[in-house]
């Protein structure tokens, strides 16, 4: 259950990035909270995709950033050695993207917290920057290429909402089962408690129906008790698990009368 509950969470915290602006200059491509329970987190982008550079600015909680690594679409990847200590509204310097293809498909980064802060949550903002509009974007600003843009968003965002579904699902039944695990577990106690009940009240009587001694009329034992008199004048009574349990006097009490 515990381990649904982080891929619900993943699953959320991933949920594609699009960009939509084709202009130079610095975009916002995406943001992720780093919750410091894993030691990565990714923004995976769509739409208009193509950058520079890029560089990460960090919010609310100081964070160290190890390494950052590029995913591009032709499958190319590129690791970046950062190794920055930022402190809330701090940002890395311009980190270059030197792949052939510079159209991101995702952007994993590693961290640390810094201490003192294991506490808190750091978001992470993830900028791009465009010094001009690429063939490779530009023709998305043809008549009707923005309908392919659009479905290709509608369809990344339809699957993460599919997993989620799928992930909450499978927490609902893994729940469903957990409840009729402990109500059997529950029902079994009981079934044993009674059988017990059982066997202790069947030992009494069967020790009873031995005993050879007279019965103390007047007399009950602390709770009520038959009370038995050997022939040392001693007086006891039988257990719940058939054993004689030997009294003084000053321990019985007067035997209720019957109305």
Same mark, same amino acid.
Not at 145 to 151: A, C, F, Q, S, Y
Not at 219 to 229: A, D, H, M, S, W
């Given at each position: 259950?515990?381990?649904?509950?982080?891929?619900?969470?993943?699953?959320?915290?991933?949920?594609?990035?699009?960009?939509?602006?084709?202009?130079?200059?610095?975009?916002?491509?995406?943001?992720?909270?780093?919750?410091?329970? $894993?030691?990565?987190?990714?923004?995976?982008?769509?739409?208009?995709?193509?950058?520079?550079?890029?560089? $990460?600015?960090?919010?609310?909680?100081?964070?160290?950033?190890?390494?950052?690594?590029?995913?591009?679409?032709?499958?190319?990847?590129?690791?970046?050695?950062?190794?920055?200590?930022?402190?809330?509204?701090?940002?890395?310097?311009?980190?270059?993207?030197?792949?052939?293809?510079?159209?991101?498909?995702?952007?994993?980064?590693?961290?640390?917290?810094?201490?003192?802060?294991?506490?808190?949550?750091?978001?992470?903002?993830?900028?791009?920057?465009?010094?001009?509009?690429?063939?490779?974007?530009?023709?998305?600003?043809?008549?009707?290429?923005?309908?392919?843009?659009?479905?290709?968003?509608?369809?990344?965002?339809?699957?993460?909402?599919?997993?989620?579904?799928?992930?909450?699902?499978?927490?609902?039944?893994?729940?469903?089962?957990?409840?009729?695990?402990?109500?059997?577990?529950?029902?079994?106690?009981?079934?044993?408690?009674?059988?017990?009940?059982?066997?202790?009240?069947?030992?009494?009587?069967?020790?009873?129906?031995?005993?050879?001694?007279?019965?103390?009329?007047?007399?009950?034992?602390?709770?009520?008790?038959?009370?038995?008199?050997?022939?040392?004048?001693?007086?006891?009574?039988?257990?719940?698990?058939?054993?004689?349990?030997?009294?003084?006097?000053?321990? $019985?009490?007067?035997?209720?009368?019957?109305?």
């Amino acid at each position: 259950m515990v381990l649904l509950g982080v891929l619900i969470n993943a699953a959320i915290a991933q949920k594609p990035t699009v960009v939509l602006d084709n202009d130079p200059g610095w975009h916002k491509i995406g943001q992720i909270t780093a919750s410091f329970k $894993l030691d990565n987190e990714s923004i995976i982008v769509y739409g208009r995709d193509e950058f520079t550079k890029i560089k $990460l600015k960090v919010t609310d909680a100081p964070i160290l950033i190890e390494r950052v690594q590029l995913f591009y679409e032709e499958g190319q990847m590129e690791e970046l050695a950062v190794g920055t200590e930022l402190q809330a509204g701090a940002s890395t310097a311009a980190l270059d993207l030197k792949g052939t293809n510079k159209e991101l498909e995702k952007v994993v980064f590693t961290y640390k917290t810094l201490p003192n802060y294991q506490g808190d949550k750091a978001t992470v903002e993830l900028y791009g920057l465009k010094t001009r509009q690429d063939k490779s974007d530009a023709f998305r600003d043809d008549d009707g290429d923005d309908d392919d843009l659009e479905n290709e968003v509608e369809g990344a965002e339809r699957e993460v909402e599919e997993e989620v579904d799928q992930a909450e699902k499978e927490l609902d039944e893994e729940s469903r089962e957990a409840r009729e695990e402990a109500r059997e577990a529950e029902e079994n106690i009981e079934e044993g408690a009674e059988k017990t009940g059982d066997d202790v009240s069947e030992a009494a009587a069967n020790a009873a129906a031995h005993v050879k001694d007279k019965v103390y009329v007047d007399k009950v034992g602390p709770e009520g008790q038959t009370i038995y008199i050997n022939k040392h004048s001693q007086y006891y009574y039988i257990s719940d698990d058939g054993k004689k349990v030997f009294v003084t006097k000053s321990q $019985l009490k007067d035997k209720p009368q019957k109305n």
